[in-house]
Protein backbone atom coordinates (compact mmCIF):
# COMPACT_ATOMS: atom_id res chain seq x y z
CA UNK A 1 0.00 0.00 0.00
CA UNK A 2 1.65 3.37 -1.03
CA UNK A 3 1.23 6.42 0.54
CA UNK A 4 2.72 9.46 -0.88
CA UNK A 5 1.86 11.46 2.81
CA UNK A 6 4.21 9.31 4.49
CA UNK A 7 7.35 9.89 2.19
CA UNK A 8 9.06 12.65 4.19
CA UNK A 9 7.17 12.15 7.62
CA UNK A 10 8.54 9.95 10.34
CA UNK A 11 7.98 6.10 9.88
CA UNK A 12 5.15 4.93 12.59
CA UNK A 13 7.10 2.58 14.27
CA UNK A 14 8.82 5.40 16.17
CA UNK A 15 12.41 4.48 15.03
CA UNK A 16 13.35 8.48 14.30
CA UNK A 17 13.53 7.28 10.64
CA UNK A 18 11.55 8.95 7.28
CA UNK A 19 8.74 6.16 6.38
CA UNK A 20 10.44 5.92 3.42
CA UNK A 21 13.75 4.66 4.58
CA UNK A 22 12.15 2.33 7.58
CA UNK A 23 8.98 0.85 7.30
CA UNK A 24 7.85 1.67 4.09
CA UNK A 25 9.85 -0.26 1.31
CA UNK A 26 8.79 -3.21 3.66
CA UNK A 27 5.09 -2.69 3.09
CA UNK A 28 5.30 -1.52 -0.37
CA UNK A 29 7.17 -4.99 -1.03
CA UNK A 30 9.91 -3.30 -2.19
CA UNK A 31 11.92 -5.24 0.33
CA UNK A 32 12.00 -8.00 3.11
CA UNK A 33 12.79 -7.39 6.56
CA UNK A 34 16.06 -8.73 7.54
CA UNK A 35 15.19 -9.35 11.07
CA UNK A 36 12.18 -10.26 13.53
CA UNK A 37 12.73 -6.97 15.21
CA UNK A 38 11.93 -5.47 11.76
CA UNK A 39 8.94 -7.46 10.72
CA UNK A 40 8.03 -6.46 13.83
CA UNK A 41 8.23 -2.90 13.35
CA UNK A 42 6.72 -3.22 10.09
CA UNK A 43 3.83 -4.93 11.51
CA UNK A 44 3.15 -2.36 13.93
CA UNK A 45 3.28 0.09 10.95
CA UNK A 46 1.07 -1.51 9.00
CA UNK A 47 -1.51 -2.12 12.11
CA UNK A 48 -0.98 1.95 12.03
CA UNK A 49 -1.77 2.00 8.25
CA UNK A 50 -4.68 -0.75 8.52
CA UNK A 51 -3.35 -2.79 5.53
CA UNK A 52 -4.50 -6.09 6.75
CA UNK A 53 -2.67 -7.38 3.45
CA UNK A 54 1.08 -7.09 4.64
CA UNK A 55 -0.27 -8.63 7.82
CA UNK A 56 -1.03 -11.68 6.20
CA UNK A 57 1.59 -11.92 3.88
CA UNK A 58 4.07 -11.86 6.91
CA UNK A 59 2.02 -14.54 9.49
CA UNK A 60 3.71 -17.77 9.06
CA UNK A 61 2.39 -19.74 6.34
CA UNK A 62 1.11 -22.80 9.14
CA UNK A 63 -1.13 -19.97 10.58
CA UNK A 64 -2.87 -19.43 7.16
CA UNK A 65 -2.88 -22.21 5.31
CA UNK A 66 -6.56 -23.53 5.88
CA UNK A 67 -8.62 -22.70 2.63
CA UNK A 68 -10.47 -19.48 4.20
CA UNK A 69 -7.99 -18.86 7.00
CA UNK A 70 -6.64 -15.48 4.61
CA UNK A 71 -9.67 -14.03 4.18
CA UNK A 72 -10.95 -15.08 7.62
CA UNK A 73 -8.27 -13.32 9.15
CA UNK A 74 -8.44 -10.57 6.68
CA UNK A 75 -11.60 -9.75 7.64
CA UNK A 76 -10.84 -9.66 11.37
CA UNK A 77 -8.32 -7.29 10.71
CA UNK A 78 -9.96 -4.66 9.08
CA UNK A 79 -12.81 -4.56 12.02
CA UNK A 80 -10.30 -4.53 14.63
CA UNK A 81 -8.15 -1.99 12.60
CA UNK A 82 -11.45 0.34 11.95
CA UNK A 83 -12.12 0.30 15.91
CA UNK A 84 -8.29 1.35 17.17
CA UNK A 85 -5.63 4.61 16.25
CA UNK A 86 -1.96 2.33 17.34
CA UNK A 87 -0.13 5.81 18.73
CA UNK A 88 3.01 4.46 20.17
CA UNK A 89 5.62 1.46 20.29
CA UNK A 90 8.34 0.62 22.47
CA UNK A 91 10.58 -2.25 21.80
CA UNK A 92 11.31 -4.11 25.40
CA UNK A 93 13.80 -6.74 24.31
CA UNK A 94 14.89 -8.29 21.28
CA UNK A 95 16.66 -11.59 21.33
CA UNK A 96 17.26 -14.39 18.58
CA UNK A 97 13.74 -15.23 17.28
CA UNK A 98 11.43 -13.59 19.64
CA UNK A 99 10.66 -9.98 20.62
CA UNK A 100 9.20 -8.17 23.15
CA UNK A 101 7.27 -4.76 22.81
CA UNK A 102 4.53 -2.84 24.00
CA UNK A 103 2.00 -0.76 21.63
CA UNK A 104 -0.24 1.81 22.48
CA UNK A 105 -3.22 2.18 21.15
CA UNK A 106 -6.73 4.00 21.38
CA UNK A 107 -9.97 2.93 21.09
CA UNK A 108 -13.53 4.02 22.53
CA UNK A 109 -11.27 7.26 23.67
CA UNK A 110 -9.18 5.25 26.30
CA UNK A 111 -5.96 4.31 26.21
CA UNK A 112 -4.91 0.48 25.71
CA UNK A 113 -1.53 -1.64 25.44
CA UNK A 114 -0.77 -5.05 23.61
CA UNK A 115 2.86 -6.11 25.65
CA UNK A 116 3.51 -9.31 23.73
CA UNK A 117 6.64 -11.73 23.66
CA UNK A 118 6.46 -12.40 19.92
CA UNK A 119 7.81 -15.35 18.13
CA UNK A 120 9.17 -15.27 14.58
CA UNK A 121 9.93 -18.20 12.32
CA UNK A 122 12.21 -18.22 8.72
CA UNK A 123 11.06 -19.80 5.59
CA UNK A 124 12.19 -20.23 2.63
CA UNK A 125 15.02 -16.94 3.60
CA UNK A 126 11.94 -14.58 5.15
CA UNK A 127 10.77 -14.06 8.14
CA UNK A 128 7.17 -14.16 9.86
CA UNK A 129 5.30 -13.80 12.61
CA UNK A 130 4.44 -17.39 14.21
CA UNK A 131 2.35 -16.47 17.02
CA UNK A 132 2.88 -14.58 21.15
CA UNK A 133 2.52 -14.61 24.80
CA UNK A 134 0.27 -11.68 25.92
CA UNK A 135 2.21 -10.11 29.06
CA UNK A 136 1.09 -7.37 31.68
CA UNK A 137 1.04 -4.53 31.06
CA UNK A 138 4.35 -2.06 31.37
CA UNK A 139 4.34 0.65 33.56
CA UNK A 140 4.58 3.99 31.84
CA UNK A 141 5.62 6.92 34.52
CA UNK A 142 3.67 10.42 33.96
CA UNK A 143 7.54 11.88 33.58
CA UNK A 144 8.72 9.80 30.77
CA UNK A 145 8.65 11.01 27.32
CA UNK A 146 5.37 10.03 25.43
CA UNK A 147 4.84 6.74 23.94
CA UNK A 148 3.74 8.53 20.47
CA UNK A 149 7.21 9.89 20.09
CA UNK A 150 6.12 13.58 20.50
CA UNK A 151 9.01 15.07 22.49
CA UNK A 152 6.13 15.73 25.22
CA UNK A 153 5.89 13.75 29.01
CA UNK A 154 3.66 11.04 28.93
CA UNK A 155 1.63 12.87 31.61
CA UNK A 156 0.85 15.83 29.06
CA UNK A 157 0.30 13.79 26.13
CA UNK A 158 -1.26 10.44 26.33
CA UNK A 159 -1.43 10.26 29.93
Known amino acids: MKDPDMKESGCPCISGRPYAQCCGPYLTGDARPSTPQILMRSRYTAFVKKDADY ?5 APVKRSAADAENRLRRELETTMAATRWVGLTVV ?4 DQVEFAAFYLQDGKLGQLHERSNFIR ?3 RWYY ?8 VKVSRNQPCICGSGLKFKRCHG
Do not use: F, M, S, Y
Request: a neutral charge.
Open 55 to 59: LVATL
Open 93 to 96: KARG
Open 123 to 125: ENG
Open 130 to 137: RDGEILPP
